[in-house]
């Protein structure tokens, strides 16, 4: 009797479990075994998966991970994955291909035998070089090619890409439009203006397409002229135009002033003087003065120029350059004091050369002293002067004091100062003998150049 009614007592646990998942099944929705994907492209497009090409560009999927293949005329074929998911059931993805390209090689030619070459391509207002060109990436369409050279009509086409094949050849002419302008004058070498741009010197010659042109010629020294001239196709214009010289002027100055200046033959006057209203060309002054040697000089004077001749006349005297050493030295020529030897500006340690003129030509005796000087206080040296001539005579120097030492024990000595430290002082009494002291031994006092 208690296992019957332990029997009773499962059963009904097992009605009541199954009752209750009857029920939880009921309130949940099963899921769906596919979801919607829709695809968008360029127009034609197709798609497929492990070799199978699909209709249309919907398709119904299980959820999982895809590889299709997109194809679509005049683009390139894709390879894409696509994840599906319950998420993107009745999206649309849209699928971005790569269109292909095409390419064309372009040829023209102008009014020259057998020229195929340097006319100016520009496509879709893109400059790509000059012609033969080869044009590659055009995409599919239609396109402006514009084949242009100086001098010639320019010509414009339109490209029409259907697909992604080379397109044939484009072979064209240009006609040309220019003439030859030539253009001479005075003076050779004149620089020509046209149209307010710089072209070159004359003479000149170059391609211009027909037209009216502004020519200017300019030359430093020359007026300035202008002339417009009218190009016509196919001919060629002949232009000479002569340039107005500016006017000129020589100014002639001497040393010493007031000697005669003959131009050309032609008494002129003295100088310094101012010769103008000359033309382009070379002339010759003589020059001459009482007691100095006749000049002659060949000037060139260029247009619109104002140039300056200056001369120092030469005497039959002759001139000599004295350099002696140290500073504060009288130095005498032929028994008259020419002058002090001075201190270099430029190199301290060395003394300026005193210069000597109106030399008679021959030898002359230099005298010079130094109250100070050792082994004697005046020494003399001869040199040789030439006519017209500048004579540079060597470096004389002369052994002078230029210190005092004043020692410890009261003794003072007019000595040459060598070298100078912390540690001694090395000095001359005499030329050809040096000696040394400790600083601390003795006092030095400067003196005075004389």
């Not at 492990?50 to 194809?71: A, E, M, S």
């Not at 894409?80 to 023209?108: F, Y």
């Not at 230029?402 to 060598?418: A, Q, R, S, W």
Request: hydrophobic letters at 35%; a positive charge; proline letters at 6%.
């Amino acid at each position: 009797m208690k296992r019957i009614f332990t029997s009773k007592i499962f059963a009904v646990l097992l009605l009541a479990v199954a009752v209750t998942a009857l029920v939880s099944g009921c309130n949940k929705k099963a899921p769906a075994d596919k979801i919607t994907l829709n695809f968008s492209g360029p127009e034609g497009m197709t798609m497929s998966y492990n070799g199978k090409t699909f209709h249309g560009l919907t398709r119904k999927l299980r959820p999982g991970t895809y590889i299709f293949k997109f194809t679509a005329p005049g683009h390139k074929t894709l390879w894409k994955e696509i994840t599906a998911t319950h998420a993107d059931n009745g999206s649309t993805t849209a699928i971005k291909m790569e269109a292909e390209r095409s390419a064309i090689l372009v040829r023209c030619s102008t009014d020259n035998p057998g020229k195929d070459g340097n006319v100016t391509v520009l496509f879709n207002d893109e400059e790509k070089g000059v012609t033969p060109c080869l044009i590659t990436g055009i995409p599919q369409g239609t396109h402006t090619l514009e084949l242009s050279h100086p001098g010639y009509a320019s010509k414009t086409l339109q490209v029409n890409v259907s697909n992604a094949r080379p397109l044939p050849q484009i072979r064209e002419s240009l006609v040309s439009i220019s003439g030859v302008l030539r253009v001479s004058g005075t003076p050779a070498g004149a620089m020509l203006y046209i149209d307010d741009k710089l072209a070159g010197p004359i003479p000149y010659q170059a391609k211009y397409t027909a037209g009216k042109y502004l020519l200017e010629l300019r030359a430093p020294g020359y007026t300035s002229k202008k002339q417009e001239v009218t190009l016509h196709p196919n001919s060629s214009s002949k232009t000479h135009i002569t340039l107005d010289a500016e006017p000129s002027s020589i100014t002639v100055e001497t040393i010493p002033s007031n000697a005669v200046c003959t131009l050309r033959g032609e008494k002129r006057g003295t100088t310094p003087l101012r010769i103008d209203n000359l033309q382009p060309g070379n002339y010759k002054i003589e020059l001459s003065l009482a007691g100095y040697d006749t000049i002659e000089e060949t000037i060139e004077v260029k247009a619109g120029s104002h140039e300056k001749l200056k001369i120092t006349m030469e005497s039959g005297f002759g001139f000599a350059r004295l350099n002696v050493r140290p500073a504060g030295v009288d130095v005498f020529v032929d028994g008259k004091l020419v002058g002090r030897t001075k201190v270099s500006e430029k190199e301290p340690g060395e003394t300026e050369p005193i210069k000597v003129a109106d030399l008679s030509p021959g030898r002359h005796i230099c005298t010079i002293s130094h109250p100070r000087a050792k082994p004697k206080t005046v020494q003399r040296f001869e040199f040789v002067v030439a006519k017209n001539k500048t004579t540079e005579c060597p470096v004389v120097e002369m052994w002078v004091a230029d210190c005092e030492l004043t020692y410890n024990n009261g003794l003072k000595e007019e000595v040459k100062l060598l070298r100078v430290d912390n540690r001694e002082v090395e000095f001359s009494l005499q030329p050809g003998i040096s000696m040394r002291e400790k600083r601390s031994d003795v006092e030095i006092r400067r003196l005075p150049l004389r």
